[in-house]
């Protein structure tokens, strides 16, 4: 298995402007995370989906930040509109639950986020 | 609630040293207990994870982490550092019950040539 897909992989934009980030889990994962980090909050979890049902979204910052799962292999993260704040790397994590008996994660490699 | 301190967010050794970082919880229920290792500029991966059979857990790359119930700990270590050790380790806590690891703030591996 590819691991879990990211894209992109940085993006540069301005401050206002929409920005989506993307996830593709690993095949047969039943959870899906969203994670924010950033130097001064360390690692964030924003909202977890399972089997593409939002779960836990208590940690979205705010009504600027949305996130969907419209199946099973992919899902969105979007900011709009962006503000230098939200300039942080954003991971994706999956997990297949209790299939491996615990909350282990997989996770992306991450989206390098900056907003001017 | 439950919670997880890491004492350190920068830890310096020489190649060759003992590695420890130290991780504490707190939890109201026997947790699990997990160490993730982010190399730089890339996501995390799994280390070791504690499921409450043995107390000394093996992980990859040589590292390995003993629960100690009577100190709610769970350190991490390995006997000799290798140059490729340097990166940020992560300890995490979660409950059976739902799948939301509690993360701690990260300590940052410094190995010295």
């Known amino acids: 298995d590819a691991g879990v897909i990211q894209s992109p992989r940085h993006e540069v934009t301005e401050m206002g402007q929409e920005v989506t980030l993307r996830c593709k889990p690993i095949s047969g994962h039943d959870y899906l995370f969203w994670y924010r980090q950033t130097m001064m909050r360390g690692l964030e979890l924003l909202i977890y989906f399972n089997n593409n049902v939002p779960i836990d979204d208590s940690g979205m910052p705010e009504d600027r930040f949305s996130a969907k799962m419209p199946n099973a292999s992919f899902s969105t993260l979007k900011i709009q509109p962006s503000e230098p704040r939200d300039s942080a790397v954003y991971f994706c994590?999956?997990?297949?639950?209790?299939?491996?008996?615990?909350?282990?994660?997989?996770f992306g490699p991450g989206t390098r986020l900056t907003v001017l | 609630a439950q919670s997880v301190t890491q004492l350190g967010s920068h830890v310096s050794v020489s190649e060759g040293a003992l590695v420890l970082l130290r991780c504490n919880y707190s939890s109201s229920v026997p947790p699990y207990l997990f160490w993730y290792v982010q190399y730089p500029n890339q996501g995390l991966q799994l280390l070791l994870k504690?499921?409450?059979?043995a107390t000394l857990v093996k992980g990859i790359n040589g590292f390995e982490a003993e629960f100690k119930k009577s100190e709610t700990s769970f350190h991490l270590t390995k006997p000799s550092a290798h140059m490729s050790d340097a990166a940020e380790y992560f300890c995490?806590?979660?409950?059976?019950?739902?799948?939301?690891?509690?993360w701690g703030a990260g300590t940052k591996l410094i190995i010295k040539p």
């Open positions: 994590a999956s997990s297949s639950g209790l299939a491996e008996g615990l909350d282990t994660q997989y």
């Open positions: 504690y499921t409450s059979a």
């Open positions: 995490a806590v979660s409950l059976d019950s739902n799948y939301q690891l509690i």
